[in-house]
Protein backbone atom coordinates (compact mmCIF):
# COMPACT_ATOMS: atom_id res chain seq x y z
CA UNK A 1 0.00 0.00 0.00
CA UNK A 2 1.46 3.74 -0.60
CA UNK A 3 -1.08 5.97 1.23
CA UNK A 4 -0.37 4.70 4.32
CA UNK A 5 -4.19 3.45 4.87
CA UNK A 6 -4.89 0.78 7.59
CA UNK A 7 -6.20 -2.17 5.33
CA UNK A 8 -8.50 -5.07 7.18
CA UNK A 9 -7.20 -8.75 6.08
CA UNK A 10 -9.29 -10.25 3.20
CA UNK A 11 -11.41 -13.59 2.97
CA UNK A 12 -7.58 -15.64 2.82
CA UNK A 13 -6.16 -13.56 5.88
CA UNK A 14 -4.24 -11.64 3.53
CA UNK A 15 -3.97 -7.69 4.49
CA UNK A 16 -4.81 -5.97 0.94
CA UNK A 17 -2.11 -3.91 -0.23
CA UNK A 18 -4.33 -0.91 -1.97
CA UNK A 19 -7.07 0.91 -1.22
CA UNK A 20 -7.84 2.16 -4.41
CA UNK A 21 -6.95 2.01 -8.15
CA UNK A 22 -5.31 5.36 -6.99
CA UNK A 23 -2.70 3.64 -4.45
CA UNK A 24 -2.18 0.56 -6.93
CA UNK A 25 -1.13 3.01 -9.80
CA UNK A 26 1.07 4.65 -7.43
CA UNK A 27 2.98 2.02 -6.07
CA UNK A 28 2.78 0.49 -10.11
CA UNK A 29 4.95 4.14 -11.16
CA UNK A 30 7.05 3.27 -8.48
CA UNK A 31 7.34 -0.28 -9.19
CA UNK A 32 8.67 0.73 -12.90
CA UNK A 33 11.40 3.11 -11.46
CA UNK A 34 12.87 0.00 -9.46
CA UNK A 35 12.36 -2.85 -11.23
CA UNK A 36 13.87 -6.39 -9.81
CA UNK A 37 17.72 -6.62 -10.76
CA UNK A 38 18.78 -7.41 -14.11
CA UNK A 39 20.99 -10.30 -12.57
CA UNK A 40 17.77 -11.69 -10.95
CA UNK A 41 16.22 -11.40 -13.91
CA UNK A 42 18.31 -13.31 -15.96
CA UNK A 43 18.40 -16.14 -13.93
CA UNK A 44 16.72 -19.45 -14.99
CA UNK A 45 15.52 -19.72 -11.52
CA UNK A 46 11.13 -18.46 -12.02
CA UNK A 47 8.31 -20.25 -11.33
CA UNK A 48 4.62 -18.99 -11.03
CA UNK A 49 2.74 -19.24 -7.05
CA UNK A 50 -0.18 -20.69 -6.42
CA UNK A 51 -1.00 -19.36 -2.97
CA UNK A 52 3.02 -20.06 -1.42
CA UNK A 53 3.21 -23.35 -3.78
CA UNK A 54 5.71 -23.11 -6.57
CA UNK A 55 4.58 -24.33 -9.77
CA UNK A 56 5.70 -24.37 -13.47
CA UNK A 57 3.70 -21.94 -16.19
CA UNK A 58 1.28 -25.01 -16.93
CA UNK A 59 0.14 -25.19 -13.93
CA UNK A 60 1.80 -28.66 -12.21
CA UNK A 61 3.71 -28.21 -9.22
CA UNK A 62 7.42 -26.84 -9.50
CA UNK A 63 10.07 -28.17 -7.37
CA UNK A 64 12.58 -26.31 -5.27
CA UNK A 65 15.61 -28.97 -6.01
CA UNK A 66 14.76 -29.53 -9.66
CA UNK A 67 16.00 -26.64 -11.99
CA UNK A 68 14.51 -28.49 -15.17
CA UNK A 69 10.99 -27.43 -13.83
CA UNK A 70 12.11 -24.06 -13.72
CA UNK A 71 11.53 -20.83 -16.05
CA UNK A 72 12.72 -17.57 -17.37
CA UNK A 73 11.66 -14.03 -16.00
CA UNK A 74 10.10 -13.55 -19.36
CA UNK A 75 8.34 -17.16 -19.55
CA UNK A 76 6.94 -16.65 -15.99
CA UNK A 77 5.76 -13.19 -16.89
CA UNK A 78 3.76 -14.25 -19.64
CA UNK A 79 1.86 -17.13 -18.06
CA UNK A 80 -1.20 -16.48 -16.05
CA UNK A 81 -1.25 -19.89 -14.10
CA UNK A 82 -1.55 -19.41 -10.14
CA UNK A 83 -1.64 -16.25 -8.74
CA UNK A 84 1.87 -14.80 -8.81
CA UNK A 85 5.51 -15.56 -9.00
CA UNK A 86 8.59 -16.31 -7.01
CA UNK A 87 12.42 -17.80 -7.38
CA UNK A 88 14.21 -20.56 -6.58
CA UNK A 89 17.48 -19.83 -4.12
CA UNK A 90 21.03 -21.50 -4.42
CA UNK A 91 23.89 -20.85 -6.97
CA UNK A 92 24.22 -17.31 -4.89
CA UNK A 93 21.15 -16.18 -5.14
CA UNK A 94 20.01 -15.65 -1.06
CA UNK A 95 16.65 -14.26 0.95
CA UNK A 96 16.65 -12.51 4.43
CA UNK A 97 12.78 -12.76 4.94
CA UNK A 98 12.19 -10.43 7.81
CA UNK A 99 8.36 -11.26 9.19
CA UNK A 100 6.49 -7.97 10.77
CA UNK A 101 8.95 -5.53 10.68
CA UNK A 102 7.52 -3.23 8.57
CA UNK A 103 6.96 -0.05 10.83
CA UNK A 104 3.85 2.28 10.13
CA UNK A 105 1.34 -0.08 7.41
CA UNK A 106 3.07 0.99 4.28
CA UNK A 107 4.99 -1.83 1.97
CA UNK A 108 6.24 1.13 -0.53
CA UNK A 109 7.23 4.36 1.81
CA UNK A 110 7.30 3.00 5.57
CA UNK A 111 10.67 1.63 7.45
CA UNK A 112 11.78 -1.25 8.91
CA UNK A 113 12.24 -1.85 12.66
CA UNK A 114 16.01 -1.77 13.77
CA UNK A 115 16.71 -5.33 13.51
CA UNK A 116 16.34 -5.88 9.93
CA UNK A 117 18.71 -3.21 8.39
CA UNK A 118 21.42 -5.72 10.08
CA UNK A 119 22.19 -6.90 6.41
CA UNK A 120 25.85 -7.59 6.09
CA UNK A 121 25.88 -9.05 2.45
CA UNK A 122 25.41 -7.03 -0.32
CA UNK A 123 22.01 -6.70 -1.01
CA UNK A 124 20.46 -6.98 -4.39
CA UNK A 125 16.81 -5.87 -4.60
CA UNK A 126 14.47 -5.22 -1.24
CA UNK A 127 10.39 -5.53 -2.05
CA UNK A 128 7.53 -6.10 0.14
CA UNK A 129 5.99 -9.66 1.16
CA UNK A 130 2.88 -10.75 0.02
CA UNK A 131 1.92 -10.35 4.02
CA UNK A 132 2.16 -6.63 3.51
CA UNK A 133 3.71 -6.36 6.86
CA UNK A 134 7.75 -8.40 6.25
CA UNK A 135 10.06 -7.41 3.49
CA UNK A 136 12.62 -9.92 1.26
CA UNK A 137 16.24 -8.72 1.27
CA UNK A 138 17.67 -10.50 -1.85
CA UNK A 139 21.47 -10.95 -1.51
CA UNK A 140 24.64 -12.60 -3.09
CA UNK A 141 25.94 -15.22 -0.15
CA UNK A 142 26.35 -18.92 -0.28
CA UNK A 143 25.63 -18.54 4.38
CA UNK A 144 23.55 -21.55 5.91
CA UNK A 145 19.68 -21.05 5.88
CA UNK A 146 18.97 -20.07 9.47
CA UNK A 147 15.15 -19.44 11.08
CA UNK A 148 15.54 -17.28 14.35
CA UNK A 149 12.69 -14.99 15.74
CA UNK A 150 11.12 -13.10 12.75
CA UNK A 151 13.66 -13.57 10.73
CA UNK A 152 15.15 -16.54 7.90
CA UNK A 153 17.39 -16.19 5.76
CA UNK A 154 17.25 -19.28 2.72
CA UNK A 155 20.09 -19.68 0.52
CA UNK A 156 19.50 -22.85 -1.47
CA UNK A 157 16.60 -25.15 -2.11
CA UNK A 158 14.12 -22.95 -1.66
CA UNK A 159 10.70 -21.25 -3.20
CA UNK A 160 10.51 -17.45 -2.65
CA UNK A 161 6.86 -16.27 -3.42
CA UNK A 162 7.84 -12.28 -4.75
CA UNK A 163 5.39 -9.21 -4.75
CA UNK A 164 7.63 -6.97 -6.91
CA UNK A 165 6.87 -4.69 -5.26
CA UNK A 166 10.37 -2.77 -4.50
CA UNK A 167 10.58 -1.65 -0.30
CA UNK A 168 12.30 1.92 -0.17
CA UNK A 169 12.03 1.79 3.67
CA UNK A 170 15.60 -0.14 3.51
CA UNK A 171 16.91 1.53 0.34
CA UNK A 172 16.98 4.77 0.98
CA UNK A 173 17.91 6.51 3.94
CA UNK A 174 18.42 4.89 7.75
CA UNK A 175 15.99 6.21 9.54
Known amino acids: MVCNNVLQPGARAIR ?5 NRCRQQAARWRSKRPIPESMRSARRWVRADGKRPIRCDGSP ?37 DHCVVG ?34 VESYGKSFKRGGVEFYSRARFVRMTGCPFRGLESGRG
Open 16 to 20: PRFCS
Open 62 to 98: ASSTDPSTWASFADVMESRAGDGFGIMMGDGLAVYDF
Open 105 to 138: GGVVTDRVAGYARAIVDPVLYVEASSSGDGVHVF
